[in-house]
């Protein structure tokens, strides 16, 4: 059996901060939260644990244990080591008691998600077929990824049809591997329209982790694209938290685990007004951060400088910046 302080440690675990990095879009509301998507649902703390109340499900009603367990296909240990953070709870003999419950897993029955999924294969596939050439030759030769990371991260390119132009596919996934956004890089945008856009139903609001661990440091950059290219290059020494647009903001819990579980947060948006203005605002709503853009003269973000520049060394040199006084 797992120890009960475990299990005690995962029920007063910063729930909104979880969902949020299982894809989930949380609103405040007063000193809880609800569900952006079902705003009958709410979560909210009593006597230091997290509480769900589905109102209409019957006010149907748990602690974060269950709710993993019946929306997201969880084992009870799995749900535990989700919450606690606590690698070893599968060597515990896990009779899950009273958790055991077969519930509709909500991630799988979501429109949205079969239709999203669906993109992505095709979309893998098109990129490889000789129509998608000029979008595989630009993901390598101009945004520095290699042919095992497109691959990875499933990337993908959609032929122009009727009236919608040729596009390239960018998934984006949850630290639990949940897709809640498609955004799309359109390949000859017309005069005066936007190049990026997202799906219709994706989650434009979520940050996008890669490799995001207690102890490791961050970087927090506006493109998916430039996230990919960060974690293909140092991926092994530090995390990627890519915001989508510089106007995207970070929830409170995303916020206090940036400041208490990570040692330094590096802020790279873009070398243009709007990432400076964001900059200033990230180092003030971060203790401990420090601005790390690009250098100039290599371009306004990594997706430019690489070329320039070893994106690790880079890093590395930025990441030991606070010693260089001692």
Known sequence: MIPQSIIYRAKTADLPFVLHSLGLNLCREGRGFFLEDHDSLKIFQKQGIWIYKWWSRSGEAGDGIQFLQRYFGMKFHEAVKTLSGTDNCANYDCSCGDHTHSALNMTSTNPWQEKAKKLVDYARKKLFEPGGADSLSFLIRSRGLSLKT??????????????????????????????????????????????????????PHSSFPLGITPGKPVIIVESELDAILIHQEAGRETGV????????????????????????????????????????????LIPNSLSCPVPREYGKDPGEAWRFMSIRKWLRGQIRQPDTDE
């Open 241 to 284: 938290l890519a915001l989508g647009t510089a106007s995207n903001d970070l929830t409170g819990p995303v916020c206090r685990f940036l400041t208490k579980k990570i040692p330094v947060n590096l802020i790279c948006l873009d070398n243009d007004s709007a990432g400076k203005q964001r900059t200033e605002y990230f180092l003030k």
């Open 150 to 203: 497109v691959k990875k991260h499933n990337l993908g390119w959609l032929p122009a049809k009727d009236h919608m132009l040729s596009k390239i596919v960018i998934p984006c996934y949850s630290s639990r591997n949940y897709l809640f956004r498609i955004r799309f890089r359109t390949d000859n945008p017309k005069p005066g329209e936007t190049r990026y856009r997202v799906m219709k139903g994706s989650n």
